[in-house]
């Protein structure tokens, strides 16, 4: 497995482990034991994403709601659980994992969310992250803008 899908299926993990917790109200230390087990592919994935995931993520979801809740137009509880659990992971990595670029974060939640969202579920991730990307990582996006519309006016 690449380093690639390495990360994402860290992701992937992470995202069912967010799901479970939401769902089942157990603690972080048995959904981490939990997917770690029930994940036959457990040692092709990048552990150090997943961990950081999943446990950044669980040990600070009132931060991480409050952080794009502004970006919703419904209370968080109405939701799908797996809309929030995406939301949550990608406001994590947005805010803690600056190595990764904003792009990447938001890409790879539309991904998970057009993998086990509902039917437009990628498209209000899509539109949530990036407006939270421009708050908390507004020099690089406005980097990227730019790079963007130099290369538009070169044509």
């Not at 109405?78 to 659990?85: F, K, T, W």
């Not at 990307?133 to 406005?142: C, F, G, N, P």
Request: a negative charge; hydrophobic letters at 45%.
């Amino acid at each position: 497995m690449s380093s690639r899908m390495a990360r994402r299926r860290a992701r992937e993990l992470a995202l069912q482990g967010v799901y479970q917790w939401l769902l089942s109200g157990n603690s972080p230390q048995v959904v981490e034991a939990h997917v770690e087990a029930e994940a036959a592919d457990f040692d092709k994935v990048d552990r150090e994403l997943f961990v950081m995931l999943l446990r950044g993520t669980l040990d600070n979801v009132g931060a991480l709601q409050d952080e794009f809740s502004p970006f919703i137009h419904r209370p968080i509880e109405e939701l799908s659980p797996i809309e929030r659990a995406i939301l949550l992971l990608g406001t994590h990595e947005l805010k803690h994992n600056i190595e990764t670029p904003y792009r990447v974060v938001i890409n790879e939640a539309i991904e998970l969310a057009k993998a086990y969202g509902g039917t437009d579920g990628h498209r209000f991730v899509n539109g949530v992250l990036d407006k939270l990307a421009a708050r908390l990582r507004s020099i690089e996006v406005e980097a990227a803008r730019a790079k963007k519309d130099a290369g538009d006016g070169q044509a």
